[in-house]
């Protein structure tokens, strides 16, 4: 099942009164950079977060960005679902990968 904008607003409805086009491109960054070779099964929990966060760090998304006291040391520390994307990429992407070699 991919990750679509009225699955985003189900299961975070704070972007319920989001722009569509502002959360669908949110989507397709987030399906851009997500490699589904590192996050198997968990690969639309990883785009549903990357999603979100790059939707709070836009202007619409205030109220899911952290105090700068309380950001995580990840990439993504800035908002509550960068932690928690950050958290999975811990998760799942254990070792190293090589670039341009077929797994």
């Given at each position: ?23 669908q ?7 851009n ?26 202007p619409?998304?205030?109220?899911a ?39």
């Amino acid at each position: 099942m991919a990750v679509t904008v009225a699955s985003l607003r189900t299961t975070r409805p704070e972007f319920t009164e989001t722009p569509t086009a502002v959360l669908q491109a949110a989507i397709d960054d987030a399906v851009n950079e997500v490699d589904d070779r590192v996050f198997g099964e968990k690969t639309d929990q990883a785009v549903s977060l990357l999603a979100a966060h790059k939707a709070s760090i836009s202007p619409f998304g205030q109220q899911a960005r952290l105090a700068p006291k309380e950001q995580g040391k990840g990439t993504h520390g800035a908002t509550t679902y960068g932690l928690e994307y950050d958290n999975l990429v811990a998760q799942c992407g254990g070792g190293f990968w090589v670039t341009g070699v077929a797994l």
